[in-house]
Every structure is written in structure tokens, then in C-alpha cells.
């Protein structure tokens, strides 16, 4: 079954502990993108990568980092989780940028505290 | 940059009558607009799609209006049912990056 795949789904953790969040897709898609939804303010992109070693940053970068070793792997990476990072994440695939369909994953729940 | 303007932020309709979401967008270079619809609890789902060389496309009860002119689109959803109780999302593409609206709560009356 061609998916998405984040873990954890639902994440609670404390100020300036690392973590990281992982997604995967089965699809061989070159594109994939991170994204936060926050109550009014839609979906905004964190980062987005278009290939393997080819990452840039979205609208709301500050306080992640992003890597594509492989293909299928796009972890998202919070080295200090503050508490305004507090949010639903969703990881997204397509075949390419642009006119492609984008295939979300279930989203990951964070708070922090 | 590109923004996209996503109306009206809840829409309320009985079961049985029609909805209607409207987006407008800013850079005229754009050339696809997609439709998410998400459901409670999961990831946006890509409902309908259209291009800028159409100016409508229909699925079903689903109908997606382009105005290039105006640089704005429509959502329309006829014949309302429980099912489509859901936040619904548009999107524009600029640049090769998807830009998207605010999204719609729309609430199906029984």
C-alpha cells in the first residue's frame, strides 16, 4: 500500500530535549515536505527537500533541521524544543514539486512543556 | 511572494444544499490549484485538482471553478451529506512550491 509513515504520532516532552521525528514513503517520490498546523493558521511549511542531499528551508524554519540520506527517509529534527514548537506536524511526498498530488502522512502530535 | 486567501474560514450548510469555498491568489504565473480535504484526526487528502489552461472541472458532487482573470477559484460541493463534514484546504502553485490557504471548517447540518 503506497503511504506516508510519521512516528512517534503523539510526542510530549520538555524544553531543550532533542528529539526527532521520523517519516517515511514507499512510493519512490523525489519530493517530500514538513509542515506545522497550527488552530487558524493553516498549514505552513517548515522545510521541503526535492532530492536525495537537496534540502531548503519553508516559511518556518527556525528551531528545525531537516536531512535526505535517502530517498524514501526525511526526519524532522528539533535540537531545543521550546514550547511555541508545540503543535500537529505533517510529513508530505509527491512524485515531483509543483502540479503533483502531495501525500500526507498521519501527523505527529508535540507538545512541549 | 505568492499568498493565497482562503474564504470563509467555517461554513455552516443543511445536509442536502450546496457549499461553495472560494480562494484568490496573487501571482498570475500560477498554473495549478489543487483541493485537500481534511478529515478529523488525519492528513489532508487531495479531493480535485485543476490547471490554468481549464476553466472547471467536476468529480462527481465535487466541482472546482478557475478564474484566471480574477486569479481566483472555486470550491463547489453539491447535494451535502455527513461525509463531508471536514476542514477543506486550496493551494496554489508558484515557483514549483505549493502556497496554501488558511483552510475551511464546513459543518454539514443533519
Known amino acids: 500500500e503506497a503511504q506516508v509513515t510519521q512516528n512517534p504520532r503523539y510526542l510530549i516532552t520538555v524544553t531543550g530535549k532533542k528529539l526527532t521525528v521520523t517519516c517515511s514513503q514507499n512510493?519512490?517520490?523525489?519530493?517530500m515536505s514538513w509542515y506545522r498546523q497550527d488552530p487558524g493558521l493553516g498549514l505552513r511549511q517548515i522545510y521541503y527537500?526535492?532530492?536525495?542531499?537537496?534540502?531548503d528551508k519553508g516559511d518556518v524554519p527556525e528551531g528545525y533541521k531537516v536531512s535526505r540520506k535517502e530517498k524514501r527517509n526525511f526526519p524532522l529534527i528539533l535540537e531545543s524544543p521550546s514550547p511555541n514548537q508545540t503543535s500537529l506536524y505533517f510529513c508530505a511526498s509527491s512524485f515531483r514539486t509543483g502540479g503533483y498530488e502531495q501525500y500526507f502522512g498521519p501527523g505527529t502530535r508535540l507538545t512541549v512543556t | 511572494g505568492e499568498n493565497v486567501e482562503q474564504h470563509p474560514s467555517t461554513l455552516s450548510v443543511q445536509e442536502g444544499d450546496s457549499a461553495v469555498i472560494k480562494c484568490t491568489y496573487s501571482d498570475s504565473a500560477s498554473n495549478y490549484f489543487p483541493w485537500y480535504k481534511q478529515e478529523l484526526g488525519k492528513g489532508p487528502q487531495l479531493i480535485i485538482d485543476i490547471r490554468s489552461n481549464v476553466g472547471e472541472k467536476k468529480d462527481q458532487r465535487i466541482a472546482v471553478t478557475l478564474n484566471k482573470t480574477a486569479k481566483h477559484f472555486s470550491l463547489h460541493i453539491t447535494e451535502t451529506q455527513p461525509e463531508d463534514s471536514a476542514v477543506y484546504f486550496c493551494?496554489?502553485?508558484?515557483?514549483?512550491?505549493?502556497?496554501w490557504g488558511a483552510g475551511t471548517k464546513l459543518i454539514i447540518k443533519p
Open positions: 512510493m519512490n517520490h523525489e519530493y
Open positions: 527537500s526535492m532530492n536525495v542531499e537537496v534540502t
Open positions: 493551494a496554489a502553485s508558484s515557483n514549483y512550491q505549493l502556497i
